[in-house]
C-alpha cells in the first residue's frame, strides 16, 4: 500500500540513501562512502532548485534564490516610462537567499546547519 494517504512533507526526502552506502555496524565510513552520501544527499536538494555554492568531499554550502538584477530593471522602468518599476518593487521586496550547509559525519550522519541569506 502506498504511503501517500496524508500529506507529503516540505523540502527533500530525508530516507536513507541506499544500504550499500553504509559500513557494517560499529566501523567508521571511509572517505568515499562519506562523499557518496553527501552526493545523494546534495543531489535531492538540487533537484528541489538549490545550487551548490562551495564543495569539499565531507561538506556542501547550497543556495536558493538570487539577486535582483538592478540595472536591467531600471532600464526596463525607463523604457516603459516608470510602468516595470512596479515588478521591479515586487521582485526586490520579494527576494531572498537562503542558504544551508551540510556536513556528513564519521558515522554516515548528514547534519544540516541553516545560515543566512
Known amino acids: 500500500m502506498p504511503k501517500s494517504d496524508g500529506p507529503q512533507p516540505w523540502g527533500p526526502s530525508m530516507e536513507p540513501p541506499p544500504d550499500l552506502l553504509y559500513a557494517p555496524a560499529g566501523e567508521p565510513l571511509d572517505g568515499a562512502r562519506r562523499t557518496a552520501i553527501l552526493d545523494w544527499t546534495v543531489n535531492r536538494y538540487i533537484s528541489l532548485g538549490w545550487r551548490v555554492e562551495s564543495r569539499s568531499p565531507t561538506q556542501a554550502v547550497l543556495v536558493r534564490g538570487?539577486?535582483?538584477?538592478?540595472?536591467?530593471?531600471?532600464?526596463?522602468?525607463?523604457?516603459?516610462?516608470?510602468?516595470?518599476?512596479?515588478?521591479?518593487?515586487?521582485?526586490?521586496?520579494?527576494?531572498?537567499?537562503?542558504?544551508?550547509?551540510?556536513?556528513?559525519?564519521?558515522?554516515?550522519?548528514?547534519?544540516?546547519?541553516?545560515?543566512?541569506?
Not at 530593471?73 to 523604457?79: C, G, K, Q, V, Y
Not at 521591479?88 to 548528514?110: F, H, M, Q, Y
Open 66 to 117: 538570487g539577486d535582483v538584477n538592478h540595472v536591467l530593471h531600471a532600464i526596463l522602468t525607463i523604457f516603459t516610462c516608470l510602468l516595470w518599476g512596479v515588478v521591479w518593487i515586487v521582485l526586490a521586496l520579494g527576494n531572498k537567499k537562503e542558504r544551508v550547509a551540510l556536513t556528513v559525519d564519521p558515522n554516515g550522519s548528514v547534519q544540516t546547519v541553516h545560515g543566512p541569506g
